[in-house]
């Protein structure tokens, strides 16, 4: 059995207005990279927060690495770093500065600092300009060296909150791959709130999907995806008549079929059998050139999940997480 | 803890004092205290400066000043360029947080005051000392009352700041509760002494005015000093009650 990093039990808490985080329900295994996805305002800063002591569950509880979240949580705080919605950088002091502030904050020796800082900067071809004031940085600069402030002491738990929020596509691209770099190292468990998809689909082994401080997917991102996400075909070819779409559409496992600019688009069920469609196909004589299928992104499986639970005004099952 | 402690008040005066504009309008701002208070005021004064109660209070009252500036950003700074959550996900405890944030508003504080009461002692013998022939010193009892008020003030003012500075959103915000703190403080006795003055008959408040230049300075200050001890006790206890950081606004 793999041992668990984080697990909450009915974790709730209420905000005079509204509830934040509502019977939350979470078990990430060690060593993995956990995505918690959710639109704003769904929950994400207060569970990280609720996790790392600085806010006070209403009710529930939880453990970090075994240390119990309202009790232990100096315990907690000493195995984390933390990268929170701000970078939390001093822009007065040095960046080496900050990294040696942080570090002995940690309770690390000033001997033990120095060589950690060139192993976290070096690669982050920041080492060079360690002596600039981080007030003189560009965004991108400030947060590839928050991540390294929150990994100065080799915490086994890190807590990302929306680590590429604000960057341009490029700096959040490169911070992508630093934190690919930077995360695997030292089979550390990686806590990271998100709402951008493809860093979720890139980074993750696990995600949950959270709603209004509800938890309403937790799985696999191929499983996630493939829970709600439809499939698609697609083929090219001559002679596709509107009557042989009507034809397909009306097909059990089709969800919908559509003629456009001369090629069949049609959403399928898990259980549709795409060469039985491809038989048919060539049975009424089309001239087939190309079949393409496809998979919705983790996106769209996302807007589906959301979407769906606003229509049923429900959650959808979650996935029991001991079957993994 | 005291090394975590250090750390904090390290951080902070390089932080919030060094490097607050540009390192040259610091240090212009820093050596012009000093100009001020321990060259020009003590070279007009003469050998008075150490021998006059009054002078005492020309530049006795610099750390409040001083301090109640760093203590008023110590956490409402924080909050403002956003590095409070930061700070909290640390593995430091409340109370080394609290400890440190006090500490470097006394050091600075208290440092300023030791700094400017050398520093003049430094420039009144230079040159009237040396004219006069002999060594101007304070009296033993006021370098003592200095010392040790100075201190317990000091703390007494971070502590109430402290408090101050975690319910305020910004570091103005703090300042100024916190300036209006000390002017009440500093004025409400002596509005009350003026008002009860006034209400007294002339015989009576010469018998008060006697009895006053008879008591003892050393006893007043003692008993001034277990005051302020006091209330130190008091403010220190009730902010390490408040602050507890799963109960701070992060933002
Ligand atoms: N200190 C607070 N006081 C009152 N309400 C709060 C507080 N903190 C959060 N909330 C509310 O709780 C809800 C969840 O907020 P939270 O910040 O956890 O969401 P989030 O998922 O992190 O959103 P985002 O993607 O915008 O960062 C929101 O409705 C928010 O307004
Ligand atoms: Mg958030």
Redesign the interface.
Known sequence: MTSIAISTSGLTRDFPSVRAVDDLALEVPAGIVFGFLGPNGSGKTTTV?IL?????PSAGSATVLGHDIVNE??AV??A?G?L??????????TAE?NLL??G????MRSADIAPRVRELLGPLDLYERRGE?VGTWSRGMKQRLAVARALIHRPRML?LDEPTAGLDPIAAAELRDDLEKLVREDGVTVFINTHHLAEAERLCDLVGVIRRGRLIAFGHPDEVRGRVGKRRLEVVGAGISNELVAEIDALSHVQSAVLDKGRLRADLTQAARIPDIVRLLVDRGVDIEEVRRGSESLEEAFLALLEGADEAGLEIAQEDPDAR | MLGDIWLIVNKEVREVVLRAGSSRATILNLALILLVFGVVLPLQAGAAWVDSWWLLFSWTWLPLFLVSALVADSFAGERERHTLETLLTTALSDRTILFGKIAAAVSYGYGMLLSVMLMSLLTVNAVWGVREGRLLLFSTSVTVGVLVIGLLVTLLIAAIGVMISLKAKTVRQAGQALSLGILAILWIPGLIIALGARALSEAQQQALWEWASMLDGRAVAAVSALVLLVLDAVFVGIAMRRFKRSRLSLD
């Open positions: 927060r790392l002591g600085l806010v006070e949580a100096d705080r000493a984390s933390a929170m919605e701000q970078a939390g950088l001093y822009e007065r002091l500065e502030f942080f002995r904050a940690a309770g004031l807590f």
